[in-house]
C-alpha cells in the first residue's frame, strides 16, 4: 500500500499543489499527467524527498513517513529514474551501473574496485529482467531503449519499495517505446514494486498504467483506473 | 584464418589505443638515424632521468585534466614546496621528515585550490594561476632571486646513489608511476574522477560526494607537482625561483598529446607518460639538432602544436 492524503505545496502566495490525494495497492502503477505547470513535477519532488510539502502525510505500507531530503527517501525505499537517465555518457555500461555504490575487494590492507564481479553482476541484472547489452560498452553507444534498461534496473538494484519515473521516455523510437512498456510490466510483475510514472506520453500511460492521475492548475482533476478514462477524456481534463 | 584476422584487429586495437607510445617509438627511432647517440644506453638513461620532472607533472595535470579542470600552479609548487622542504631541514628536522612536509605543502596547495574552486566556485584556471603567482613571487622573495644551494646530501640520495648505472631515481620514479596507473584504474576514488569529469551531475544524483572527489583531484595535481620539485632538486642539486617554470606548457601539452579529454572524462595515464617523454623528445631533438637556442622555444611549440592537431585529427575520424 502507497498512499498520499491532502498533499499541499506553497511557494509563497502560489499553491502548486492543493490537497492532492491516492491510494495504490501494492505492485500497482500509477500514471500522472498534466500540462505545464500542472504540479507533476512539484508532486514527484514531494515524492522523492527534493521538496516538503506545506500539508499533507505520505505513507508507505500504512505507515506515515516523512523525507528530510532525497538521499533520506532513497534509505526508505524510493528510487527514482530522472529525465536525462543520470547515466554518464563516456562511461561503460558496468561502470554506470555501479557508480556511487562500486563494489571492493581487499588484497591486503588496500582497497580495490572488484572489476570482474561489478561487471558480472550488471550482466546477471540486465539478463534477470530479459534483456541483454555489452557491459563493456559505453553508454553513448548504446540505443535509448538500452539506456532506459539500465537507469530503471539500476534504480531498482536497491529493492526500493517505490520506483519514480521522471519523463524518461521522450528519447525513444516507437520500437522502442513498446520494448520499455514490456520491460517495466515485466519488471513490475516480478518484483512488485509500485511505480509512479510522469510522461506526456499519453499512450505509453494508458499502455503501461493501472491507475492514472490528471492534475490540472496544481489540483486533481481525476484519479481513476486506467480503463474507466479514454485518451480524449484525459486531454479534455488537462486543458482549462 | 578468421581467428587471424581478429588477432590482428585486437592487435591494432590496442596499437591504436597506445598510439602515443607507437608515435614516441617511432619518432624515437627515426631521430636516431640521424643523432646516432640517442641509441647509446647512456643517452637513453639520461632522456629516461631528465624526462622524470616532465613526466610527474603531466600525470598531475592529468589528473585534473580527468575532472575536467586544470592546475597551473604546479610549476610554482614544484619550486615552492622543495624550498619549504629544505627550510624545515635548516630549521633542524631530519631530512626524511623534510621530503615529507615537502610533499604535504604540494598537498596542502592543492587542498586550499580546490576548496576555492568547489565551495566557492572560483574558475580553476583564475585559482591556480593566481595561486602560481603567489607561489612564485613567494619563491623570489625568500631566494632573492639567487638559487638555493647547499642542499643535504641524504636530500640528494635519489639523484647521487646508483643500482649499477641506474640511478634509484628511475626506480623511485617507477614506482612512483605504477602507483598512479593503479590508483586511476583500480581504486573507487580513481574510477570517481573519471565519472565526474564525465558527468558530474549524475555523478551527484547518485551519491558521489562530487565536490571530494574533485578535492581531491587538485590535492594530487598538488602532490605531483612537489614530487617532481624534490626528483629536480635532488638531480640538480638546488632550487631556484625559474625551477619548473619550462615544463608548464609541456605539462599541459603531454596529457593532450596522449588523449586525455580537455572536458574531463577521458584519460589513460599511461599514455600521459609517453605524451610526456614525446615533449622531452622534441626538446632533445631541438637541441641535438643544432638549431639556434633563438629557435628552441618557436620549434618546440610548432611540434607539439602539430602533436596535437594529428591527435584531433585521428580522434575526430575514429569518431571520438
Same mark, same amino acid.
Given at each position: 500500500m502507497y498512499n498520499? +492524503?491532502?498533499?499541499? +505545496?506553497?511557494?509563497?502566495?502560489?499553491?502548486?499543489?492543493?490537497d492532492v490525494s491516492f491510494t495504490l495497492e501494492k505492485g500497482k502503477i500509477l500514471g500522472l499527467v498534466g500540462d505545464n505547470g500542472a504540479g507533476k513535477s512539484t508532486l514527484l519532488k514531494i515524492l522523492s524527498g527534493g521538496l516538503q510539502p506545506t500539508g499533507g502525510e505520505i505513507y508507505l505500507g500504512?505507515?506515515?513517513t516523512r523525507f528530510k531530503n532525497t538521499a533520506d527517501a532513497m534509505k526508505k525505499g524510493i528510487a527514482i529514474a530522472y529525465q536525462f537517465l543520470e547515466l554518464v555518457e563516456i562511461a561503460k555500461v558496468w561502470e554506470n551501473f555501479f557508480m556511487g555504490r562500486e563494489l571492493t575487494k581487499k588484497i591486503g590492507p588496500l582497497v580495490f574496485l572488484d572489476i570482474e564481479k561489478m561487471k558480472r553482476l550488471t550482466e546477471e541484472a540486465v539478463t534477470r529482467h530479459g534483456q541483454s547489452v555489452d557491459v563493456e560498452q559505453e553508454i553513448k553507444d548504446i540505443s535509448g531503449e538500452q539506456r532506459q534498461i539500465i537507469a530503471v534496473t539500476r534504480a531498482i538494484e536497491s529493492n526500493p519499495k517505490i520506483l519514480l519515473l521522471d519523463e524518461s521516455f521522450t528519447l525513444l523510437s516507437l520500437e522502442g517505446r513498446k520494448e520499455i512498456v514490456q520491460f517495466l510490466r515485466k519488471v513490475n510483475n516480478t518484483s512488485g514494486i509500485n511505480m509512479v510514472i510522469v510522461s506526456h506520453d499519453l499512450d505509453l500511460i494508458k499502455d503501461l498504467s493501472h491507475y492514472i492521475m490528471v492534475l490540472r492548475g496544481g489540483e486533481k482533476m481525476f484519479f481513476g483506473r486506467t480503463d474507466e478514462i479514454s485518451i480524449d477524456e484525459i486531454v479534455n481534463y488537462m486543458l482549462p | 584464418m578468421k581467428s587471424s584476422r581478429h588477432l590482428l584487429r585486437a592487435v591494432w586495437a590496442k596499437l591504436m589505443e597506445h598510439y602515443?607510445? =607507437? &608515435?614516441f617509438i617511432v619518432i624515437y627511432l627515426i631521430t636516431g638515424i640521424f643523432i646516432p647517440t640517442l641509441f647509446t644506453s647512456v643517452t637513453l638513461l639520461n632522456v629516461v632521468v631528465q624526462g622524470t620532472t616532465v613526466c610527474l607533472l603531466s600525470l598531475g595535470m592529468a589528473f585534473v585534466m580527468i575532472i575536467g579542470e586544470i592546475d =597551473? %600552479?604546479?610549476?610554482?609548487?614544484?619550486?615552492f614546496a622543495p624550498l619549504a622542504g629544505i627550510f624545515s631541514w635548516e630549521a633542524g628536522f631530519p631530512?626524511?621528515? %623534510?621530503? &615529507?612536509?615537502? =610533499? &604535504?605543502?604540494?598537498?596542502?596547495?592543492? &587542498?586550499f585550490n580546490g576548496l576555492m574552486i568547489t565551495k566557492f566556485g572560483v574558475p580553476s584556471l583564475v585559482q591556480t594561476v593566481s595561486m602560481w603567482w603567489i607561489l612564485a613571487g613567494l619563491v623570489l622573495i625568500i631566494t632573492r632571486g639567487v638559487a638555493k644551494t647547499g642542499l643535504p646530501a641524504t636530500w640528494m640520495l635519489l639523484g647521487r646513489v646508483f643500482v649499477g648505472p641506474v640511478p634509484l631515481l628511475v626506480f623511485f620514479f617507477l614506482a612512483v608511476v605504477i602507483c598512479a596507473l593503479i590508483f586511476a584504474r583500480r581504486t573507487v576514488t580513481g574510477k570517481r574522477l573519471y565519472l565526474v569529469g564525465g558527468n558530474s551531475e549524475a555523478c551527484s544524483a547518485m551519491g558521489i560526494p562530487v565536490n571530494t572527489v574533485k578535492i581531491i583531484a587538485f590535492m594530487i595535481s598538488g602532490l605531483f607537482a612537489a614530487l617532481s620539485g624534490y626528483v629536480l632538486s635532488a638531480r640538480m642539486g638546488f632550487i631556484s625561483a625559474r625551477f619548473a617554470v619550462e615544463w608548464l606548457m609541456p605539462a599541459i601539452a603531454a596529457p593532450v598529446i596522449a588523449g586525455v579529454s580537455l572536458t574531463g572524462g577521458r584519460g589513460n595515464l599511461f599514455n600521459v607518460i609517453a605524451g610526456a617523454y614525446l615533449v622531452q623528445l622534441i626538446v632533445i631533438i631541438v637541441r641535438a639538432g643544432g638549431v639556434s637556442g633563438y629557435f628552441t622555444e618557436f620549434v618546440q611549440g610548432l611540434l607539439v602544436f602539430i602533436a596535437v592537431m594529428v591527435d584531433t585529427g585521428k580522434r575526430r575520424v575514429s569518431g571520438r
Open positions: 498520499i +492524503k491532502n498533499v499541499s +505545496k506553497d511557494f509563497g502566495t502560489v499553491r502548486a499543489l492543493r500504512g505507515e506515515k | 602515443t607510445w =607507437l &608515435l =597551473l %600552479s604546479i610549476v610554482a609548487v614544484a619550486a631530512v626524511p621528515v %623534510s621530503i &615529507l612536509f615537502t =610533499l &604535504l605543502v604540494g598537498v596542502g596547495v592543492g &587542498l
